[in-house]
């Protein structure tokens, strides 16, 4: 499964840049049908070779099919995510590919910061905060960079354009867990 999901991605941003590609995707929804389902998926480009976040885009909420989503990301994560310049196609000897097929983001009730610490679980936990308008989410593997509690939440408030004290607000939280794919 994980070559059929990198290898869609990479196709999608290789067409996205008029780059020759070789994926078939006829036979892919045949052999693997839940690609046909709704689906969410973030995906990840990252620069070799240590691992240089370029391009990160998805979705929370599975309105599509997983197929057309992770389409969809891919090209976006290539080209429009806006904290960085489009990716070229020379830079694509240099990047791997990851994809997060989410689950349902799930409302985590709690009444107080050390009880939303209790409950959460890093490396597994999937974060979205929503505060009003504003609204942000990590991955799980965020918490490779960010395992503190305190630092993990600090830049998801941050991220959301809210105070790196936001937990005192008492946002919205939702958690969610992620399959991860990656090119190796």
């Known amino acids: 499964m994980n070559d059929i999901i990198i290898g869609l991605a990479k196709a999608a941003i290789l ?41 990160c885009i998805g979705s929370l909420q599975a309105y599509r099919p997983l197929y057309k989503d992770i389409i969809a990301n891919a090209q976006s994560a290539a080209l429009h995510d806006p904290r960085f310049k489009p990716l070229s196609k020379e830079e694509l000897k240099n990047i791997k ?39 942000a989410t990590y991955l799980p593997q965020v918490w490779d960079q960010l395992p503190q509690f305190d630092d993990f939440f600090t830049s998801l408030c941050m991220k959301a354009n809210l105070p790196g004290s936001c937990l005192e607000l008492h946002p919205d939280i939702l958690i969610y867990q992620v399959t991860k794919y990656e090119e190796q």
């Open 15 to 55: 067409v996205a840049l008029n780059q020759p590609e070789n994926f078939d995707l006829e036979n892919a929804l045949k052999h693997y049908p839940m690609l046909k389902e709704k689906g969410a998926a973030f995906v990840t480009i990252n620069t070799e070779p240590n691992k240089q976040l370029r391009g």
């Open 97 to 135: 590919i990851e994809v997060s097929i989410l689950s349902e983001p799930k409302p985590l009730p709690y009444e107080s910061r050390d009880e939303l610490k209790k409950k959460i679980t890093p490396f597994k936990d999937g974060v979205v905060l929503k505060y009003k308008t504003y609204q």
